[in-house]
């Protein structure tokens, strides 16, 4: 059955694009995308015909050296960023890694990370490491994602935080946060997690300095799929890699005993690029080549408020935890429920694919290109009922497996 709101939708026969399981409502693609219907075909020519018949040659006949950057360039923009400033590369975790590095340097008599607690666990303690590493009296400094903007003062060298609050779907205003980081002498990081490909992000427009992002949430560039960083071009000429490898070299092939970086964002590159990942990302991203962000934003409002009101009306056991303007927050609505794990596992085993964050949170993800209202009314409809009878309330809901 469709609903009137389907029948108007501009990307409605995009879902024709994925390969969705039949009889699964997939909420989680701002943890793990689906695939796109092409990309094993993509994967298959670049095995058998680049890898397996190219050979070594493949690496200049078939650009792979180029991937990082030419995949770059397609995701940015995606999230607003000048041509030739972005790469794909290397997890988001070294990415964090890589631009707090190059970050602190640009500030060397300061000495604060600030961020909040609703940060992703991992860039916090990639901070963390990071300070230790340096030894040289950093502070990571981290505060209530409300307390953030008061927060930013003369003494801080670097405000890092996550776009989208991967709890409670929480977005920021860039604009004026990276405005007040910059009134202030800092500079503005951004983890675009759970915002590259859920919206249009703007990042020249609103002054970000650099950011990083996965390629296998909303990008939908398969499991482990290689992550972003941007700089800005005004950092390109004075950038300082941490990461010193061969492929942040000016000149890799020249196969010189001494470190000179490479030009501009490039030189954030380290080692051998994963050429089957990256295709893989590549593909992906044809999906979006047509599709006009607006339309896909408009969508993602449209399919969350509906999930929210009808959730509201008919699972009083819930209680939002998010905002519920939709302008302050990104693709997703979250829950707090007591026994948040076995009623997600209820679900996922009726069809209806969400995740758990500790402690209560269950999360639900709506990805524009792939579902419907008539998708979002069913898997409501499962839900009403899983609460109602109490069905999560099952020992083999309970257990909790390794990845929640
Ligand atoms: C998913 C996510 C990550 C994941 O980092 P990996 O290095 O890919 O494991 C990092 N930051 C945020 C905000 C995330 O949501």
Redesign the pocket.
Known sequence: MSHPLDLTDPLAAKKQAFSIPEGTIYLDGN?LGVLPRHVPERIQAVVTREWGESLIRGWNDHGWMDLPARVGNRIARLVGAEPDSVIAAD??????FKVLVAALALRPDRKVILSDSG??P??LYMAQGLRDLLDRGHELRVVDPAEVEAAIGEDIAVVML?HVD?RTGRRYDMKAIAEKTHAVGAISFW?L??SAGAFQVHLAADGADFA???G??YLNGGP?AP?FLYAAPRHHGTLAAPLTGWMGHDAPFAFDLDYRPARGVDRMRVGTPPILGLSALDAALDVFDDVDMEQLRAKSVSLCELFLSEVEARCPQLELAGPRNPDERGSQISFRFEQGYALMQALIARGVIGDFRAPDIVRFGFTPLYLSHADVLRAVAILEEILRDRLWDREEYKRRQKVT
Do not use: E, I, M, Q
């Not at 997890?91 to 964090?96: D, E, G, I, K, R």
């Open positions: 943890s997890s988001t975790s070294l990415n964090v940060n992703f991992t860039d996550t991967y983890d997690a759970h990083v992002g996965c296998y949430k482990g992550a």
